[in-house]
């Protein structure tokens, strides 16, 4: 019986360690796009970089593997749809943002969806409790 109760434990600090690290990179995307729009706004330096397509794709891909093992995980155990809706709904925008020109309205659409997504993780460790 305690090996079953250990596991449980193991399984549930792995869910909510992926819900962490899903918060952490929403924080990075932020901090990607704002630096972003600083440095090549200001300096002109680095816009092949900082804009490549691949970082964006690869942001969404990561958000999208961590965000559905975390929060799916957390809503077979907790049958609550809020972290699944208000995640899925910043992965919207965040995809969304792909779709556009680089400016504005692809800094507001990311920005919102990392929100988003780091709220519906912040839900999932909460409702999870």
Known sequence: MATS???FANR?????RLDHVGIALAGFCAVHC???LLIVSALGLGSHFLLAESIHRTGLVLAVIVAGFAIGW???????LAPLAIAG???ALMAGALIVEHGAAELWLTLA???LVS????LNLRAAR
């Open 74 to 80: 957390g809503y077979l155990r907790h049958r609550l």
């Open 12 to 16: 549930a600090s792995l869910r909510r």
């Open 5 to 7: 109760s250990a596991t």
């Open 89 to 91: 709904s910043g992965i």
């Open 34 to 36: 704002l630096a972003t």
């Open 113 to 115: 969806g990392v929100v």
């Open 119 to 122: 709220g519906g993780h912040v």
